[in-house]
């Protein structure tokens, strides 16, 4: 009887440390921001929750990728580009996992979000 209760909390314990794992690993979403635009861009990812993701200058033709924490929001792209203007994306909701595409070009920000 004091085996089985022995081995019943070993096999509780490995459990339970196995979901706390997996729920401190769980997914968040990523964005991948795309910069077709003719020159370098500044762009922000912001929410209605306060948070700010800021990428640092993206080079014409390139591509940043950045993990945002992994809870329901509203999520927009700022873009501000050298000649000191900015233009900004509409705002999606996005939830605690999937993939936040943004494209930014000399006339627009776009964004999308797919599970």
Request: proline fraction near 4%; glycine fraction near 6%.
């Amino acid at each position: 009887m004091k085996r089985m209760f022995a081995i019943g909390i070993v096999v509780f314990t490995l459990l339970a440390a196995a979901a706390v794992s997996l729920w401190l690993l769980r997914s968040s979403p990523k964005a991948n921001i795309t910069n077709i635009a003719p020159h370098s861009v500044s762009v922000s990812l912001e929410t209605n929750v306060g948070e700010t993701y800021p990428v640092g200058p993206i080079a014409s033709g390139a591509t940043a990728n950045i993990s945002i924490s992994g809870q329901d929001k509203l999520l927009w792209a700022v873009a501000r580009f050298p000649d000191g203007s900015s233009k900004q994306s509409e705002r999606i909701y996005v939830s605690s996992q999937g993939i936040v595409s943004v494209t930014i070009d000399a006339v627009a920000v776009r964004i999308s979000y797919a599970l």
